[in-house]
């Protein structure tokens, strides 16, 4: 096999013989696709690029992360109190169900992979009864009439739906949904009350998330780094580092993990008292736009942490940080408020305005 690019600096190296062993078992097709998410795992962890992988086995990039994290999923579900039944279909079928049951608590993904293969649900069902659990397992107390089950889970964001909802198909059949969900008599209950009291509570809005979009070149500053003031040395002048602007939002990073990354001086900016820059892709929001997902970039105030219904907050779940709305008080602490998202210029040529003759025109 010819030499391939690694995607890590440090990978775990594998016996040569492993690697082969590996490719082939992904080529052929070899056993169920747990044993292929780990073989695929196991390469990347060695250092070959989930391209390389798809050139060498023809499994897609896409198909690589979904059977990898899936199999992580199902590995944790092993673990737990899941029934044979359970755990032989899965390892059949389902990378795509247990996919979305990613960002559960391993004791959630169980029970929740135990409601999948019961109700027989398919992967746009099992993303929404993942944010139903993992919305519920933030209440301190669970709410009148439910319980931590992950079907009274779902029953209950049925429940809170169809007491928004005015239109009576919709109500009807989110009626029907959470009965079919709902574990606990008391949970049934509460929800078979709706067929007969037809009041409605109002939805709160979620507010608009602040996205902004930087549009001419006048709004993106650069960072330059500073010498020092007269009298200097030749030495100081050659210890300064290189700045090197990175991606769309021209982020500069110097040794360490430090970086930095330039931002316009807009009031909401300036008003922050201690903001700090998280990078992800604009689809991690629970308001998601319509547009195609991009690079943003998320400024957040760790300052501010005094519940507003007007406003998107930083929270920490399984140890991972989320952005959330919540339209009452929440019971798990903020970490901050979003005050703006920030969307990288649009630049049909990156290197056209970097020439003089073209500005000067």
């Keep these: 096999m010819t030499d391939l690019p690694p995607i890590s600096p440090h990978p775990e190296t594998l016996a040569q013989e492993t690697v082969d062993e590996l490719f082939q078992k992904l080529r052929q097709k070899q056993g169920n696709w747990v044993e292929w998410g780990n073989a695929i795992a196991l390469l990347q962890k060695s250092g070959y690029n989930p391209q390389v992988i798809f050139e060498a086995t023809g499994f897609e990039p896409v198909q690589q ?8 999923v199902f590995s944790s579900i092993e673990k737990g109190n899941a029934s044979e039944a359970m755990r032989s279909h899965f390892s059949m079928r389902g990378s795509d169900v247990l996919y979305e049951l990613r960002l559960l608590t391993h004791e959630e993904r169980a029970a929740a992979a135990e409601l999948a293969f019961n109700q027989k649900i398919d992967c746009d069902e099992a993303k929404e009864i993942a944010r139903a659990i993992k919305d519920f397992s933030r209440f301190g107390t669970p709410p009148d009439g439910f319980t931590y089950d992950p079907g009274d889970a779902v029953a209950y964001q049925s429940w809170k739906l169809a007491k928004q909802n005015t239109d009576l198909q919709v109500r009807s059949r989110l009626i029907a949904k959470g009965l079919k969900f709902a574990t606990t008599p008391a949970a049934r209950k509460k929800i078979e009350e709706l067929l007969v009291d037809f009041s409605v509570d109002p939805k709160r809005p979620a507010p608009t998330l602040p996205f902004y979009r930087l549009e001419s070149e006048d709004e993106l500053p650069r960072i330059v780094p500073v010498v020092g003031e007269l009298p200097l040395t030749a030495k100081d002048l050659q210890g300064v580092p290189i700045v090197e602007e990175v991606g769309a939002f021209r982020m500069v990073k110097f040794a360490g993990e430090q970086a930095w990354v330039p931002l316009p001086g807009w009031q909401v900016i300036l008003a922050a008292e201690d903001p700090v820059a998280l990078m992800c892709e604009s689809d991690r929001f629970p308001t998601r736009p319509t547009t195609s997902p991009e690079p943003v970039l998320v400024i957040v105030d760790r300052s501010d942490r005094e519940w507003d219904e007007r406003a998107y907050f930083v929270v920490e779940s399984n140890g991972d940080l989320e952005f959330q709305w919540f339209d009452t008080t929440p019971s798990i602490p903020l970490l901050g408020k979003i005050i703006v998202i920030l969307r990288p210029k ?14 000067d025109e």
């Design 65 to 72: 992360n979904q059977v990898v994290v899936g199999s992580q």
């Design 346 to 359: 649009r630049v049909l040529d990156v290197d056209f305005n970097k020439d003089s003759w073209q500005l």
